[in-house]
């Protein structure tokens, strides 16, 4: 099993397009970043865990699920750094192989030294990237194979049509 473990606000940080949206609201980002990283567990099968530093949200330490991404804010004491290096020792098995995915350099090495792979904040994006390229590629293929109508129909009468094929009224 692979697992990818992020530094959040690592990532945001580095990601032009998750950087301009935290300038205008950290909590859009932080969203829009665990939408990414669904798409890239739902493509790759990576058990993804999205790790927060809890000095930017208020309260005590919070896991929870979003689609199938694991989202952990730290106790108020803790740094993300310190929970992925835990998470990376606690996680790690001889069937599991670890990523971190960080541009905190010190970070990269601690991981690196506990035997996980280190993916740089760039080489994330690159991947999302190509993941985000080969989706739209199998989405417009799966348009295109869609049978056409022998007879032409109104799309008001098509919409007919497929709530009846699906049982609805």
């Known amino acids: 099993m692979d697992i990818l473990l992020v530094d959040g606000y690592n990532i945001i940080g580095a990601w032009p397009e998750l950087r301009e949206l935290k300038n205008k609201d950290l909590s859009s980002a932080r969203d829009r970043l665990i939408e990414k990283m669904a798409e890239y567990q739902g493509y790759s099968g990576y058990r993804v865990i999205v790790v927060f530093d809890a000095h930017y949200v208020k309260g005590t330490e919070k896991k929870f699920k979003d689609s199938k991404v694991e989202v952990i804010f730290t106790r108020n004491n803790e740094t993300a750094d310190e929970r992925i290096e835990k998470l990376a020792i606690d996680l790690s098995n001889i069937k599991t192989q670890i990523h971190v995915a960080t541009s905190d350099f010190t970070e990269q090495w601690v991981i690196f030294g506990q035997g996980a792979l280190r993916k740089s904040a760039r080489e994330l994006l690159?991947?999302?990237?190509?993941?985000?390229?080969?989706?739209?590629?199998?989405?417009?293929?799966?348009?295109?194979?869609?049978?056409?109508?022998?007879?032409?129909l109104s799309d008001e009468v098509a919409e007919i049509f497929e709530k009846w094929r699906r049982g609805g009224q």
């Open 126 to 152: 690159n991947e999302m990237n190509l993941i985000e390229c080969s989706i739209e590629k199998k989405v417009k293929k799966i348009k295109q194979k869609k049978p056409v109508s022998k007879i032409p």
